[in-house]
T-cell receptor, first 113, second 118 residues
Framework: AQSVTQLDSHVSVSEGTPVLLRCNYSSSYSPSLFWYVQHPNKGLQLLLK??????LVKGINGFEAEFKKSETSFHLTKPSAHMSDAAEYFC???????????FGSGTRLQVQP | DTEVTQTPKHLVMGMTNKKSLKCEQH?????MYWYKQKAKKPPELMFV???????INESVPSRFSPECPNSSLLNLHLHALQPEDSALYLC?????????????????FGEGSRLTVL
């Protein structure tokens, strides 16, 4: 089964500074990988997805992630944080055999004014 | 239409009550899911329906009873719940074709039903 490790449970940045949320995956083959975002008291929204078409994936709201097979990583980045980015972020592998997603532990992003 | 609609948004029930959560999608998706999310935790899978048949049950207690009357609708019937069942219940759907090309397993989520059991 595929799994991910989100290396930071909490990240705090200042508005206008870069964001880095780290995710490492464990798989014997290249998985599909997703980043989902959850704002307080809301459902989950897909930020971006990697499906082996391109290693650098651009998502919504200025976020992007790079799939690095050599490092088994899929870190989420944004050049400049906005207050509205404050939320919980989940890195999620796709287990196409099981047809269900098992979420990473999540990283809470706090953006300071 | 790319929405998954969940009702009610909030539900308060006693331990002896019977209630239901409802989820609806009109994207033609053939897989639907229930997840449970406790505060400050990631969502945990409860059930998966594929082509209106239950395909995954993650050892969920029988006081939770899912139902998929048709490909657009998913219900979660609740009976004799415990206070520890209080959580956000998330419904999701995905395009499901058995081994179909382009099916990445992406899930579309509703905003959830927040359940409080007294």
């Amino acid at each position: 089964a595929q799994s991910v490790t989100q290396l930071d449970s909490h990240v705090s940045v200042s508005e206008g500074t870069p964001v880095l949320l780290r995710c490492n995956y464990s798989s014997s083959y290249s998985p599909s990988l997703f980043w989902y975002v959850q704002h307080p008291n809301k459902g989950l929204q897909l930020l971006l997805k990697y499906t082996s078409a391109a290693t650098l994936v651009k998502g919504i709201n200025g976020f992007e992630a790079e799939f690095k097979k050599s490092e088994t990583s899929f870190h989420l980045t944004k050049p400049s944080a906005h207050m509205s980015d404050a939320a919980e972020y989940f890195c999620v592998p796709s287990d196409t055999g099981r047809r269900a997603l098992t979420f990473g532990s999540g990283t809470r992003l706090q953006v300071q004014p | 239409d790319t929405e998954v609609t969940q009702t009610p948004k909030h539900l308060v029930m006693g331990m002896t009550n019977k209630k239901s959560l409802k989820c609806e999608q009109h994207m033609g998706h053939r897989a639907m899911y229930w997840y449970k999310q406790k505060a400050k935790k990631p969502p945990e899978l409860m059930f998966v329906y594929s082509y209106e048949k239950l395909s995954i049950n993650e050892s969920v207690p029988s006081r939770f009873s899912p139902e998929c009357p048709n490909s657009s609708l998913l219900n979660l019937h609740l009976h004799a719940l415990q206070p520890e069942d209080s959580a956000l219940y998330l419904c999701a759907s995905s395009q499901y074709t058995s081994g179909g090309a382009g099916d990445t397993g992406e899930l579309f989520f509703g905003e959830g039903s927040r359940l409080t059991v007294l």
